[in-house]
């Protein structure tokens, strides 16, 4: 990454993912940038996939692509801090493509994953660090939730159970 200051929800090309790839002595092969094609499709869109959808993706297209290539694809990527993994309570994970805060919401009920935008929240979280002895490298905060559309259903549900379900 260079020395310039990211907005909130730029995302990588792949030309930045492969020179980013070539930086850390990756070779650039056709394999790698057709993954990172992908990936920065997928981020510029603002589409959150999984794994297992992201490899589908590809296999559609490059039935040889193996399904390994690509998990450990998205480990790097996680490591040069251009994708998060987004862990839900169920066990769902999935990816976000970004040169984000890593501040995130996430709806436990749809998986929908929204970044949030705590710059000065960061410093005092910094700050908390600094004053117990170490030094802050990266920040992770994932608030699990229920986004405003589940909400909604939630309620209709919980409305449906008291008015239309016989009383025990
Ligand atoms: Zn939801």
Not at 19 to 41: M, N
Not at 62 to 69: A, N, Q, S
Not at 82 to 89: A, G, K, P, S, Y
Request: hydrophobic share 35%; proline share 2%; glycine share 8%.
């Amino acid at each position: 990454m260079t020395g310039t200051t990211r907005g909130h929800h730029e995302t990588p090309s792949a030309t930045e993912i492969i020179a980013e790839l070539e930086r850390i002595g990756f070779r650039s092969t056709q394999r790698r940038y057709l993954i990172a094609e992908q990936v920065a499709q997928l981020g510029a869109r603002g589409i959150d996939f999984t794994g297992e959808e992201l490899w589908h993706m590809l296999r559609a297209n490059y039935p040889g692509t193996g399904r390994m290539t690509v998990f450990r694809m998205l480990d790097v990527l996680i490591k040069l801090g251009i994708v998060d993994r987004l862990t839900f309570i169920d066990g769902t994970e999935r990816y976000h493509v970004g040169y984000g805060t890593h501040h995130y919401v996430k709806c436990e009920s749809c998986h929908k994953v929204v970044e949030l935008d705590l710059t000065l929240q960061s410093d005092l979280l910094n700050e908390a660090a600094h004053q117990s002895g170490f030094m802050p490298l990266g920040q992770r905060i994932e608030i699990d939730g229920w986004c405003s559309d589940c909400q909604k259903e939630q309620s209709t549900r919980v409305l449906r159970r008291r008015f239309f379900l016989p009383r025990s």
